[in-house]
């Protein structure tokens, strides 16, 4: 599966010549100004919480492109009113896309809205298909729920956070892939803001010493997973 970083915890997978964009955050993030939010292509976008590094450029891109929104019921709401169009969800469901299966799953964060309105809760993505299925955690805690995520699905990668403060550092998301029971994971939610700015060969080096494959993809670069 093809996974293209658009920085912070912008990134894109492609699954049967679909493009799921997940947390567009383009506008305003300081390291992604060479990105264009205009060039983000989008079948649908999956929005973790409504935190504004996760939706600042969501209503854009869904009324440009048309895709359909796949967000918590809050910010599902708060998007639709903005003229996307969306898919409410919630905990434990999500849309079978024909193409692949969405879950949101639990994330332990908070989910208020740029304007202050209510959120609803933070999640995290479980997308499991014919050819590839992959856990993107969102915003969180380490939490024991990840060990259901590893029973759901033999995970081919996994994006967590590993930028500390906010949520997970590195030494968690370390935990995390192991309770997900995936050796392949892809950084995001680091570098951003001073205090999210970690160590790169720290990071490869700790993952690598637990048996684990740690990716840092440049802004804008691709990987195959
Ligand atoms: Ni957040
Ligand atoms: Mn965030």
């Excluded at 100004?33 to 209503?59: M, P, R």
């Amino acid at each position: 599966m093809n996974v293209t970083y658009f920085g912070h915890a912008c990134f894109a997978a492609e699954i049967g010549g679909r493009t799921l964009l997940f947390d567009p955050f383009v506008t305003g993030n300081p390291l992604a100004s060479a990105i264009k939010v205009e060039d983000l292509k989008a079948d649908y976008i999956l929005i973790s919480h409504g935190h504004g590094d996760h939706v600042a450029d969501a209503a854009a891109v869904a009324q440009r492109t048309g895709a359909t929104v796949i967000a918590p019921y809050e910010v599902a709401q708060w998007l639709g009113k903005q003229g996307a169009k969306t898919h409410p969800i919630n905990h434990g469901g999500g849309p079978d896309l024909g193409f692949c299966r969405v879950r949101l799953v639990p994330a332990i964060h908070s989910s208020s809205l740029p304007d202050g309105s209510y959120g609803g809760n933070p999640g995290g993505f479980v997308i499991t298909s014919a050819e590839d299925n992959f856990y993107y955690s969102g915003d969180t805690a380490l939490t024991r729920e990840m060990e259901l995520i590893g029973e759901y699905a033999r995970l081919n990668f996994a994006v967590l956070c590993i930028g500390g403060n906010f949520t997970m550092d590195v030494d968690d998301a370390v935990k995390a892939a192991a309770m997900v029971k995936c050796d392949n994971v892809l950084g995001v939610h680091y570098d951003t803001f001073p205090p999210i700015k970690i160590d790169h060969e720290e990071a490869i080096r700790k993952f690598s010493a637990a048996g684990k494959r740690l990716h840092l993809l440049k802004i804008g670069a691709s990987h195959k997973f």
